[in-house]
């Protein structure tokens, strides 16, 4: 865990300087910040914006003086966390994860890497299979435990690329389109971008957000990502034919 924390340090700055920035420039409680701009709640794998745990982390944070002393504090929470935090309303498949159906028969689907470290990344040619072998298995679960599944409905950076697309029915991937404003920053769907499958900062990214960072709309903070979070959706048969379930 020593070791993770290291390769997010970086990560975990790169929020704490929106959280600040944000908290300065909208005249907001940095906590609130923190909860709208970063998504170390969920990294710390408090899922309950009320949570003990998360508010006693909340100040320490606004009692520290300085960025330094937030990052240790941040990465000594993370030292505490659970190597893997799961959402306790989604059933993980591997790689993938999905929630019970919506009143209006919608279904989401997530994805978190749980192959951290290991070569090459999740959405490679060389691990295909083994993504196409989660799906088989959750599609085959949804049709036999959620019944009322009409659609299925995704959000991520991830959509942007092809090796993760070609994962989906062809449809699904064809019908991307970036999230309605506001995006929320308070997950993985525009974050994740920023780290490789090894949970290291992409350098080339890093760069065009602290470029993009000086010249920040605060109304806009999203646009400081390089690539845009995407929505995509389907109905939940094109799934069921594509993974032969």
Not at 20 to 47: C, H, P, S, V, W
Not at 72 to 96: E, S, Y
Not at 111 to 120: A, C, D, L, V, Y
Not at 181 to 202: E, I, K, N
């Amino acid at each position: 865990m020593a070791a993770s924390a290291e390769r997010f340090a970086d990560y975990f700055d790169l929020q704490l300087r929106l959280a600040a920035l944000m908290a300065e420039r909208k005249g907001m409680a940095l906590r609130q910040a923190m909860d709208l701009y970063t998504n170390l709640r969920r990294r710390f794998g408090l899922f309950e914006e009320d949570a003990p745990a998360w508010q006693d982390f909340l100040d320490d944070i606004e009692a520290a003086a300085t960025g330094a002393e937030r990052l240790a504090l941040t990465m000594a929470r993370f030292h505490a966390a659970p190597k893997i935090a799961q959402p306790p309303n989604q059933v993980p498949f591997g790689c993938f994860a999905c929630e019970p159906p919506n009143g209006e028969g919608v279904l989401r689907i997530h994805f978190t890497n749980r192959e951290m470290g290991i070569e090459p990344g999740p959405p490679s040619v060389a691990r295909m299979d083994h993504r196409l072998a989660e799906l088989r298995e959750m599609f085959g679960f949804i049709r036999h435990e959620f019944h009322a599944a009409m659609r299925v409905l995704g959000g991520s950076w991830l959509y942007n690329l092809d090796a993760y697309r070609r994962l989906f029915p062809p449809e699904y991937g064809a019908s991307r389109r970036p999230t309605h404003a506001p995006v929320r920053l308070g997950g993985t769907s525009t974050w994740g971008q920023m780290v490789d499958h090894r949970g290291f900062v992409r350098p080339e990214t890093r760069s065009v957000f602290l470029a993009n960072l000086e010249a920040l709309d605060v109304d806009r903070p999203w646009l400081l990502f390089p690539l845009r979070a995407m929505a995509a959706t389907a109905p939940i048969e094109a799934f069921f034919d594509f993974y032969g379930v």
